[in-house]
């Protein structure tokens, strides 16, 4: 699973492949959770639909990004980055993100889109998990990406 030659490769380009992996994760966040609390603010119902229908291709173009680079930047040192304490629950969040997100993307997401501004419990209930989950995988990236901070005691 460990390529020196896949490392030695992406050695040039590997700042950019991470920087857009955290403006296209940061994009993605961003846009999911204006949608998710569009869903959860009653007042918000009849604006929704046009602000949705908006940000639906950006939202899937941005979540295509920040996989590629994510998986791209694990296989540029798998070894060091599989090492860390936060990759494994940052993972199973992003998996149980996804499940959440094939839940609801029938009953919920696609009624939005088609602009009906009645929000089924459902789609608050998975416009909640969303926020939690996708909230729990921007806490783990920052977890993973720092190391465990030095105590100076005198």
């Excluded at 030695?8 to 857009?20: D, G, M, N, S, T």
């Excluded at 996989?67 to 494994?88: C, K, N």
């Excluded at 889109?113 to 806490?139: D, K």
């Amino acid at each position: 699973m460990d390529s020196r030659m896949l490392h030695f490769w992406l050695q040039p380009v590997h700042y950019l492949i991470r920087i857009a992996h955290i403006v296209s994760m940061a994009m993605f966040f961003g846009m999911d959770m204006l949608f998710d609390l569009g869903i959860l603010n009653p007042r918000m119902a009849p604006r929704l639909a046009p602000t949705a229908q908006l940000m639906v291709r950006p939202l899937h173009i941005t979540f295509a990004i920040a996989m590629v680079t994510g998986v791209v930047l694990f296989f540029y040192d798998p070894v060091h980055i599989g090492s860390r304490a936060y990759l494994t629950p940052k993972l199973l969040l992003i998996t149980l993100a996804m499940f959440n997100a094939m839940w609801c993307h029938r009953s919920v997401y696609l009624s939005v889109l088609r602009g009906n501004p009645v929000i089924s419990l459902r789609g608050r209930v998975g416009a909640s998990i969303s926020l939690c989950l996708w909230t729990g995988v921007m806490i783990m990236s920052c977890l993973n990406s720092e190391g465990v901070p030095k105590v100076f005691l005198r």
